[in-house]
């Protein structure tokens, strides 16, 4: 862990964090899902580019720093991200920046796919967000038979409502795989927020 790394994580959140309320808040969305009984909902919107984008959310009946922390512990993610195989913290910087390593599970005769992803996050008593972007840096090269897949956005944010925390999750990336295959898999990367609330509410 190096100030000069440190940095480059900076950059690299300030090069896409100032595009995503713009990014989030869109009137283009369009309904992907929902669960009236869970309260679970889910947009997509399909990108110029061809990559399709999405975001969910759900209320969680808890206190908001034990949500913030259990999903930004990096040990709990394969638990409500099922499409994750392993993570890992690569650096903590400080109580703002961190270096974190995803991979995603391949399907049949596709590999892996993984990011370095340099992460924002920042706790409050009524908003709180976890925010990713890939990173870059000749230091973490590719994986053999692994894809390194770009993350343009990933995270959470959670607002306090009188019913709860509303939890919304999103995502924007390009898996470097035919992208009609990848939206087959999109269903279940939105109901995250289903699977944590399970866990949190059990």
């Not at 720093?65 to 040990?75: G, P, Q, R, S, T």
């Not at 770009?150 to 990336?173: A, P, R, S």
Request: proline content about 2%; charged content about 35%.
């Amino acid at each position: 862990m190096t100030e000069e790394e440190k940095q480059k994580v900076i950059e690299a959140i300030n090069k896409r964090k100032p595009e995503l309320r713009a990014w989030l808040d869109r009137d283009c969305w369009k309904d992907y899902d929902k669960d009236e009984k869970t309260g679970y909902k889910a947009w997509y919107v399909d990108e110029e580019n061809g990559i399709r984008s999405i975001k969910s959310s759900i209320v969680i009946k808890k206190p908001m720093k034990e949500i913030f922390d259990y999903v930004f512990n990096i040990e709990n993610k394969s638990k409500y991200d099922h499409k994750m195989d392993h993570a890992k913290a690569i650096a903590h910087y400080d109580d703002e920046y961190d270096l974190h390593y995803f991979n995603y599970k391949g399907m049949l005769f596709i590999e892996n796919r993984d990011f370095y992803v340099a992460v924002y996050h920042k706790f409050g008593e009524d908003f709180s967000e976890i925010f990713t972007t890939s990173f870059d840096d000749p230091k973490y090269p590719p994986i053999k038979k692994v894809t390194r897949a770009e993350c343009i956005y990933g995270g959470w944010e959670f607002k306090k409502q009188d019913d709860g925390i509303l939890c919304t999750y999103y995502t924007l990336g390009d898996m470097k795989l035919n992208q009609t295959m990848v939206n087959t898999t999109l269903g279940e990367v939105a109901k995250q927020v289903v699977y944590l609330k399970e866990i949190m509410e059990k």
